[in-house]
């Protein structure tokens, strides 16, 4: 049974007079529990793929699910919620809010799905730190962290809302060979505890950690 499917993804964005395709038709399936990686040069439609799979976007057409529910026809709250429920995210730049400590920063996405306690968020924010290795970082701020670190605390934040796929899109873009390494045994061992993983990245030596790679070229899979 597939977590996530998607059939027929196409992707058309309009600029100026011309119309650039950026997905052509493709074809995705990821089971519950597996370790992909979306791997394609700059401007093969890896990342446009991942943010309509991850429902920061939408396809101009084809057919979309996550977790059974048809997400391909939602579009502002309803994509949100689906978003906020069901996908956790890791971004290049980690994207942690600077004047949050770091305990308030993985707690934020509880805040925003709404209808759970402060003390319950800052009891699930601080069991995911402890977990994390950052268990003595929680009143910092994120200009006080090495990248190494910035980067476990989105990773941190991403699992807090119990997502049931986690999404990191270049993860080791920003960090030095040591920390990428040290997220990488971290997703090394999230995936050995049952969470799905979809990882973009254009660096085959970071691909090489997933159990399974799709290669997109010109908007297709190879």
């Known amino acids: 049974m ?18 650039v395709a950026a997905l052509r038709g493709v074809d995705v399936s990821v ?4 370790f992909v990686a979306i791997t394609g ?14 429902c920061l976007d939408t396809a ?4 979309y699910r996550i977790d059974g529910e048809d997400v391909g026809a939602l579009k ?18 980690f994207n942690l809010m600077p004047r949050l400590t770091v305990e308030e920063n993985v707690a934020l996405p509880l805040k925003y799905r709404g209808g759970i306690s402060r003390p319950e968020r800052r009891r699930r924010a601080l069991a995911l730190l402890e977990r994390l290795g950052l268990a003595d970082r929680t009143g910092h701020r994120p200009d006080e962290l090495s990248g190494g670190q910035r980067q476990r ?27 990428g390494a040290a997220v990488l045994a971290t997703f090394d061992e999230l995936n050995r505890a049952g969470h799905t993983i979809i990882l973009v990245t254009h ?20």
């Open 2 to 19: 597939s977590l996530l499917h998607a059939t027929g993804l196409t992707k058309t964005y309009r600029l100026g007079r011309v119309d």
């Open 31 to 34: 089971a519950p529990g597996e």
């Open 41 to 54: 040069p700059s401007g093969s439609g890896k990342s446009t793929l991942m943010h309509i799979l991850g």
């Open 60 to 63: 101009s057409s084809g057919s």
């Open 76 to 93: 502002g709250r309803q994509l949100a919620r689906v978003r906020n429920r069901k996908v956790g995210f890791v971004f290049q730049t």
């Open 153 to 179: 605390v989105a990773i941190a934040r991403a699992l807090v809302g119990e997502p049931a796929i986690l999404m990191a899109d270049e993860p080791t873009g920003n960090l030095d060979s040591q920390s």
């Open 203 to 222: 660096d085959p030596n970071v691909a090489a950690h997933a159990r399974r790679t799709i290669q997109i070229s010109d908007g297709r899979v190879v």
